[in-house]
Nanobody, 121 residues
Framework: QVQLVESGGGLVQAGGSLRLSCAAS????????MGWFRQAPGKEREFVCT????????SCADSVKGRFTISRDNAKNTVYLQMNSLKPEDTAAYYC??????????????WGQGTQVIVSS
């Protein structure tokens, strides 16, 4: 069965950086698009970034474009989210998911448990 385990979350000051990792198992990782989503308290889960199966295509939400970068290492079955210039509004639980290259949650079949990111002002 597919297992996705996020790590790297924590508390950071505004303007700081974090790198999230998502380790995948139970699937042929190099055959799947991967995505990062986030959910802030009291809000719906929203798209952050997606990457296609070989890393050749990436796309991020306008709210994080230019600050966040998604990448993957297929040899390590891991997808990353580099987050720079963090803002308090980036505070959320961050989830990785496996599926297709898409900004739609319905395109993903497996989800991790999430890692919390808190950005203090």
């Amino acid at each position: 069965q597919v297992q996705l385990v996020e790590s790297g979350g924590g508390l950071v000051q505004a303007g700081g950086s974090l790198r999230l990792s998502c380790a995948a198992s139970g699937l042929t990782f190099s055959g799947y698009g991967m995505g990062w989503f986030r959910q802030a308290p009291g809000k719906e889960r929203e798209f952050v970034c997606t990457i296609n199966y070989n890393g050749g295509m990436t796309s991020c939400a306008d709210s994080v474009k230019g600050r966040f970068t998604i990448s993957r290492d297929n040899a390590k079955n891991t997808v990353y989210l580099q987050m720079n210039s963090l803002k308090p509004e980036d505070t959320a639980a961050y989830y990785c998911a496996s599926g297709t290259y898409s900004d739609q949650q319905s395109s993903y079949g497996a989800w991790g448990q999430g890692t919390q990111v808190i950005v203090s002002s």
